[in-house]
C-alpha cells in the first residue's frame, strides 16, 4: 500500500479482513453489472423496435395531417381545441440501486372527439387518432431511452469500481499480506535459531561447569 505497514500478527489479522472485504466487494460490483447489462440489452433491443415503430407512426400522421388540411383548410383552431392531458404519471423501479423510470398511462377505452364535427371531417379524425398512437408511443420510447441512459451511466461507473478493486486494491492488500507474512516468519526463523543457541549454550554449561 502507500505507506509501510508494521509487520505484526495484528496487522496481518486486519489486511486479512480488509482483503476479504475488498474480494466480496469486487464479486457484488461484477454481479450488479452483469444484472445492469442484462436489464439494458433487453431495452436496447425494445428501442429499436420503438424507433422503427414510432418512424412509421409519425410519417402517417403527418400524412394524414396533411390531408386533413387540404380537405379543411388550415386546423389550427381545431389543434387549440384539444385539451392537455394531464393523465401521465411518473414513477420509478429500482434495478440494483439505480432509478429506473416508469411512465403510467392508460389508454381510455374509448376516445372521445374533442372539437365540433361540424368543424372537421373523417380525414381530420383519422389525423387526430393517429396522432394519439404517437403520443403513447413515444411515452413508452421516452422511458426505455432514459432507462437505457441510466443504466449505462450506472454500469460506467460500477465497472471502474470493480476495476478499481480487481487492479489496484486487492493487489495492494495481497502484496501487504505477503510482506507482512515474509516478514513474522523471519522473525520466527531468527527466533528459532536464537532460542536453539541459547539452548546450546546452556547444554554446554550444565556438561562443562566450571
Known amino acids: 500500500m502507500a505507506q509501510k505497514i508494521t509487520a505484526t500478527k495484528g496487522n496481518l489479522i486486519k489486511v486479512r479482513k480488509s482483503l476479504l472485504l475488498a474480494e466480496n466487494g469486487y464479486s457484488l460490483m461484477d454481479r450488479k453489472r452483469n444484472i445492469l447489462i442484462r436489464e439494458m440489452m433487453g431495452l436496447v433491443d425494445k428501442v429499436k423496435l420503438l424507433r422503427d415503430e414510432i418512424k412509421k407512426a409519425y410519417d402517417t400522421g403527418y400524412y394524414l395531417l396533411q390531408q386533413a388540411n387540404l380537405s379543411t383548410g388550415v386546423i389550427s383552431s381545431l389543434a387549440e381545441e384539444i385539451p392537455v392531458d394531464n393523465s401521465i404519471r411518473l414513477t420509478y423501479r429500482s434495478v440494483m440501486g439505480v432509478e429506473i423510470p416508469d411512465v403510467i398511462y392508460e389508454a381510455p377505452k374509448k376516445i372521445s372527439i374533442p372539437y ?85 549454550e546452556k547444554q554446554g554449561t550444565e556438561e562443562n561447569p566450571v
Open 116 to 200: 365540433g364535427l361540424a368543424e372537421s371531417n373523417s380525414r381530420v379524425d383519422e389525423a387526430f387518432l393517429q396522432f394519439q398512437k404517437v403520443k403513447e408511443l413515444t411515452m413508452v420510447l421516452a422511458e426505455v431511452d432514459n432507462s437505457v441512459y441510466r443504466l449505462a451511466s450506472a454500469i460506467q461507473k460500477t465497472q471502474k469500481r470493480a476495476n478499481a478493486l480487481k487492479n489496484i486494491v486487492i493487489p495492494g492488500f495481497e502484496k501487504d499480506v505477503r510482506e507482512i507474512s515474509d516478514s513474522l516468519e523471519e522473525k520466527e526463523r531468527e527466533e528459532f535459531s536464537r532460542m536453539k543457541v541459547i539452548k546450546q
